[in-house]
């Protein structure tokens, strides 16, 4: 099933990379009693995902953080190593939003945003999505027809309902 605006994100663990390395980081951690933006691409380094989603958060980074967000996070099924310098690569680590990778796919199984496009080499990614959340439930929910837009769910279409 789909999560849906009005339930409760399920603890999962996501990994970043820290100082030493790899961390673990729970979504628990990440949305209890805070407001936070999570956004999913289907792909780090993808054509869509760089050069239209992660940009449109970073456009929007200040307008979210005027509205009571706290962090914006990106999570892609990747290992911590891509997400990291793919935020280097962007600009997204310097503009302060989290890169996670969910490299099993678990939290992107448990919230029903898993797909797959063989022809793109893409097995078990995330669909693309936005959502706002406050305290661990999901206030607005904005996900694409389809992996390849970004119009709804960019920084600016979750701003629209928010």
């Not at 239209?52 to 967000?69: L, M, N, Q, W, Y």
């Amino acid at each position: 099933m789909t999560i849906s605006v009005g339930d409760r994100l399920p603890d999962a663990m996501l990994v970043k990379m820290g100082e030493e390395g790899p961390e673990q980081v729970s979504v628990s951690t990440l949305t209890e009693g805070r407001t936070v933006v999570i956004f999913a691409v289907p792909g780090a380094y993808t054509g869509v995902c760089t050069t239209a989603h992660v940009p449109s958060f970073i456009r929007t980074k200040d307008t979210f953080k005027e509205r009571g967000v706290e962090e914006i996070i990106c999570i892609s099924v990747n290992d911590p190593f891509v997400m990291a310098n793919w935020g280097e690569t962007t600009g997204a680590a310097e503009a302060g939003i989290a890169m996670l990778g969910d490299a099993e796919g678990t939290f992107t199984k448990a919230i029903g945003m898993e797909f797959s496009a063989p022809p793109a080499g893409l097995i078990g990614r995330s669909k693309r999505y936005a959502m706002l959340v406050m305290d661990g439930e999901v206030k607005v929910l904005k996900q694409e027809d389809s992996p390849g837009e970004c119009g709804i769910s960019a920084g600016e279409g979750l701003l629209d309902d928010m």
